[in-house]
């Protein structure tokens, strides 16, 4: 079992930044895959942001060039650093880490970008 635990959420205005976090309880360094999603009102979840181990990322087109997931497996944190925030990125955002092929889900942190 792993608890993931997502923090750094918060209210921004429109071209602004905030960093999210990721503390999961064990060790990443064994996890398949990492990743971001998020889940705004009335909308299906959506992945935006994927780290696999050998640190290849990959991102949704409407966060490219805007958004940076990273991780540091000394303090088996993720991260999603987020710049030039739009009001169409305001959702829950969620952490996502895949290990012995179960996948493992935070609870949650909100983000509202304010036009």
């Known amino acids: 079992q792993v608890q993931l635990v997502e923090s750094g959420g918060g209210l921004v205005q429109g071209g602004g930044s905030l960093r999210l976090s990721c503390a999961a309880s064990k060790s990443i360094g064994s996890a398949k895959g990492m990743g971001w999603y998020r889940e705004a009102p009335g909308k299906a979840r959506e992945l935006v942001a994927v780290?696999?181990?050998?640190?290849?990322?990959n991102y949704t087109d409407s966060v490219k060039g805007r958004f940076t997931i990273s991780r540091d497996d000394v303090k088996n944190t993720l991260y999603l650093q987020m710049n030039s925030l739009k009001p169409e990125d305001t959702a829950v955002y969620y952490c996502?880490?895949?290990?012995?092929?179960?996948?493992?889900w935070g609870q949650g942190t909100q983000v509202t970008v304010s036009s």
């Open positions: 780290i696999i181990p050998s640190g290849h990322t």
């Open positions: 996502m880490m895949v290990n012995n092929d179960h996948a493992y």
